[in-house]
């Protein structure tokens, strides 16, 4: 079992800088990667970016690449998105998840394949 607790979540506006944390514990060592997602009002949850829990491989969704980052911290069993220049469309519920099951490299966008989540933390930028 890996349980996740994602923290940082809150109102801002546009422009504004936020970072949301998740700090994993339970089987730690048994991840593969971990991803954040995001759901907003009325519609389906959505990748955001994931990072592999032992090297350097990450990737994002289009809709955020070079503003947001994902990065972790494996002594404090910690992953991090640092989201800049924010909008109102990045208003949503931020879940991040961890997935087990070695993809040999290729890391997945897709939620189903997640094992395990966090209870989300909402964030909502004004305009």
């Known amino acids: 079992q890996v349980q996740l607790v994602e923290s940082g979540g809150g109102l801002v506006q546009a422009g504004d800088s936020l970072t949301l944390s998740c700090e994993a514990s339970?089987?730690?060592?048994?991840?593969?990667?971990m991803g954040w997602f995001r759901q907003a009002p009325g519609k389906a949850r959505e990748f955001v970016a994931n990072?592999?829990?032992?090297?350097?491989?990450?990737s994002y969704a289009d809709s955020v690449k070079g503003r947001f980052t994902i990065s972790r911290d494996n002594a404090k069993n910690t992953v991090y998105l640092q989201m800049n220049s924010l909008k109102p469309e990045d208003t949503a519920v931020y879940y991040c998840?961890?997935?087990?099951?070695?993809?040999?490299?290729?890391?997945?966008?897709?939620?189903?394949?997640?094992?395990?989540w966090g209870q989300g933390t909402q964030v909502t930028v004004s305009s």
């Open positions: 339970g089987r730690t060592f048994s991840m593969y990667a």
């Open positions: 998840a961890a997935v087990l099951h070695d993809y040999s490299g290729h890391y997945p966008q897709v939620e189903f394949v997640y094992d395990y």
């Open positions: 990072i592999a829990w032992s090297g350097p491989s990450t």
